[in-house]
């Protein structure tokens, strides 16, 4: 799995505001119904972003990458 952190851009001391406001950027630069969009791009972003905002998958994440 692709660090969801660098994906989005964000430090992993990142607030929850932060990382919402780093993926709605991201998802509306490379939104697929843009002319320049990236619809591969989009989802990884929609899954990073998936990941980072539920806390169980962060936790999950973050232990995982500490390993």
């Given at each position: 799995m692709k660090d969801?952190?660098?994906i989005l851009?964000?430090?992993k001391t990142s607030s929850d505001q932060e990382i919402k406001?780093?993926?709605?950027k991201l998802?509306?630069?490379n939104h697929?119904?843009?002319?320049e969009g990236n619809e591969e791009r989009f989802?990884?972003?929609?899954?990073a972003y998936d990941t980072l905002s539920n806390p169980q998958k962060k936790a999950q994440f973050d232990q995982m990458s500490n390993n």
């Open positions: 969801p952190y660098s851009g964000v430090d406001k780093a993926y709605r998802a509306k630069e697929p119904d843009k002319v989802k990884e972003i929609a899954d």
